[in-house]
């Protein structure tokens, strides 16, 4: 069982960006599709981006495609998000997860972070 735990959130301006790492206890992280999502109050966690376990294939949710990049490095255990241009809307806590593919893991992730709060203010 892969253990994942998220750093990098906080607060940040409209407009700012952040970076967003999850690291995975280890090296059997490479064979699993990665995943992010996220969790705004009072509202449903939703699907933001996924990445193949090569790193090859990746995608991305409407509301983040264009502002938000994921990547990975297995050599380093560890996943990252890229999120420039946030807005408040992006204010949630996010959660990194592992699946069996980067479609699969969209929507069944198999192990899930414990989260990190990203706090975008107006």
């Known amino acids: 069982q892969v253990q994942l735990v998220e750093s990098g959130g906080g607060l940040v301006q409209s407009g700012g960006t952040l970076r967003l790492s999850c690291a995975a206890s280890?090296?059997?992280?490479?064979?699993?599709?990665l995943g992010w999502f996220r969790q705004a109050p009072g509202k449903e966690r939703e699907f933001v981006a996924s990445i193949s376990w090569s790193g090859h294939f990746k995608r991305y949710a409407d509301s983040v495609k264009g502002r938000f990049a994921i990547s990975r490095d297995n050599a380093q255990n560890t996943m990252y998000m890229q999120m420039d241009n946030l807005r408040p809307g992006d204010t949630a806590v996010y959660y990194c997860a592992a699946g069996e593919t980067e479609v699969t893991v969209s929507t069944e992730p198999n192990y899930w972070g414990q989260g990190t709060q990203v706090t975008v203010s107006s």
């Open positions: 280890d090296s059997t992280f490479s064979v699993y599709a």
